[in-house]
């Protein structure tokens, strides 16, 4: 997009920070500009501020977590200015902390502010730009957090990686309506992005406000290292002028970036590797006899290959799955091969749900030593097709299953100081999206959380490991026979191309027997189709031609040169 002058951009966040840095550098391209920000006071100020630079300016109070908020402020914008030809998503908040400190109403409010704000602003917007025929741009806020994690802000990092995600999905989709797709990823820039509380609202928890000391420690930090929000704005236009798909101002972060990246394609070397993927022996090591697995979704599918993988070396196990009527049929087949085996009806939804389950696991087996958080659904849709419940569905299992499987079962697994390991399953879409973004959003969630999370139980003896399956012969896309009753009750999946790549898939045991495996390495990525990696290695080609791209950007080069950070800011990887 070249030309700006006269159309319209509108920018969520856009009261402060980097919100309106942007909004200031599109209107002095001559574009006209809505900021929307839920902080009513500086709303006002920042389009005061904005016309005394003679930019055409308005303001709407927004909510991006809901819809109809959004959809209010849509409308608005064009009462006002008649079209809207940039979208720019960028309100956010910060969460940080170890994982015992993490409250669900912290987990549900950065998950309906950063994942489903961004998700509301494209699925309203995209349709508008699409109606004047003139094309447009989005840009989406995630972070250098969306493409590396460490310890203490798996929340924060899952929604910035499915901001990615998703990102890098609809530019393919939207390549074809004339609709360029942009996301942005900066370190630490000089906004109030940790003083995020101070707008929670009373259904999250409430405002929590920092006091004076708090804020003056942290405006420090910001005047120390933080990048001034302008320079990161010059940067957003200059990659809008040239459709570029990453925004970078930080190319120094190639340093922890890198590792990540090296990390990922050595999971292929160890998948082309694997005994269990070439149908030869398991590799002896560490006996399973005498411990316990709880393995959710474990009726079926991956989980009962995990289970028979688990058993067949000597492991207790416990199924757990929310279709009571699979549970008898596993355990049939489980104890005909002689496995010890239990089960219990849990829906990962509800964290009281898995607390029972955990209580069960303990009442029969005493101990548990390893947890398979499998249980997964996949809805996937064009966009603006898919209803906010089934948005909210596939989080509340794909996403917040996961978290309760973890942050209950971790203490557990600490508490009898032998030892264990943890297996969330995402997908090989957590690691390269495609159009219709909303299953890799949860995915590209749930290996941010596995890699905070394994720096972070490491010291507790306590091994953490993402399975990224191709497709595999399950009943994935089947999901909707099993949704509640909150989210829309049961539903029939439509069929697709995708239901007969699955049909098409490798066997579940095979997954079993190599997720054995790499619970016996400590692997930390868990690959099972090596013949993805050219599409995963063609995105970090993509990934490290934009830290190219931003070493000469001239809006970074206003800047001095940044030292590197230290490697140690990544978690370690093998």
Known sequence: MKDFRGKTAFVTGGASGMGLAMAEAFGAEGMNVMLADIEEGALGRAIQALRDKQIRCEGVVADVSSRTSMRDAALETIAKFGKVHVIVNNAGVAVSGPMERMTQEEWRWVLDVNLKGVANGVEIFVPLIESHGEGGHIVNTASLAGLFTGPGIEPYSATKYAVVGMSEGWRAELKSRNIGVSVLCPALVNTNILDSYRNRPDSYGGARPLDDAQRARIGQMMDRGGMPANVVAMAVLEAVKDDTLYIIPHPEYRAVVEPRLEAIERGFDRAENSPALNGAPAAPGETMRGKTVFITGGASGIGLGMAQAFGAEGANVMIADVQAD????????????????????????????????????????????????????????????????????????????????????????????????????????????????????????????????????????????VLCPGFVNTAIFDSRRNRGADYGGPGQDPAGAERILVERGIDPLVVGQRVLEAVKADEDYVLTHWDFREQVEKRHRRIRAAFDYWEKSPAINTLPKRAPPPIGVLRATQ
């Open 326 to 465: 699979a549970i008898p049929r596993a355990l049939e087949m489980l104890r005909a091969r002689q496995i010890r085996a239990e089960g219990v009806v849990c829906d990962v939804t509800s964290r009281d749900s898995v607390r029972a389950a955990a209580l069960e696991t303990i009442v029969r087996f005493g101990k548990v030593h390893f947890v398979c958080n499998n249980a997964g659904v996949a809805v996937m849709a064009p966009i603006g097709r898919m209803s906010e419940a089934e948005w909210d569905w596939q989080n509340a299992v794909n996403i917040m299953g996961v978290v309760h499987g973890v942050e209950i079962f971790a203490p557990l697994i600490a508490a009898h100081g032998e030892g264990g390991h943890i297996v969330n399953t995402a997908s090989g879409a957590g690691l390269v999206s495609g159009p219709r973004v909303q299953y890799s959003a949860t995915k590209y969630a749930v290996v941010a959380m596995s890699e905070g999370w394994r720096e972070q139980l490491k010291d507790r003896k306590i091994g953490v490991s």
